[in-house]
Nanobody
């Protein structure tokens, strides 16, 4: 599986952006497609994940109620709708995917085996 993220940009606080993640290549069942973000000088942090095929969603506490993760299986696309953006949401956003066994997902970046390139999101105050 190959992933390609897009949709980042510059937005004012309170604004919205939608990130996209295009998946290509062989797919597999029982995986989670997720988003991580990395601010300058900081670690890559979990944002959200959606499982396949069940579609269960998981979010970091900091984005609950503001971000929505979804996917379009017909198009092999994943999305992250980000509303009410805050300056602390600034960072490079990466889409990632991995199969998991015995659990739906992980908040640990090292446990994901497939990554797309990042897309920069900048939220100005």
């Amino acid at each position: 599986v190959q992933l390609q993220a897009s949709g980042g940009g510059l937005v004012q606080a309170g604004g919205s952006l939608r990130l996209s993640c295009a998946a290509s290549g062989r797919t597999f069942t029982g995986y989670c497609m997720g988003w991580f973000r990395q601010a300058p000088g900081k670690e890559r942090d979990f944002v959200a994940c959606i499982t396949y095929p069940a579609g269960r969603t998981y979010y970091a506490e900091s984005v609950k109620g503001r971000f929505t993760i979804s996917r379009d299986d017909a198009k092999n696309m994943g999305y992250l709708q980000m509303n009410n953006l805050k300056p602390e949401d600034t960072g490079i956003y990466y889409c990632a995917a991995s199969p998991f066994y015995g659990k739906d997902y992980s908040k640990t970046a090292q446990e994901y085996d497939t990554w797309g390139q990042g897309t920069l999101v900048t939220v100005s105050s």
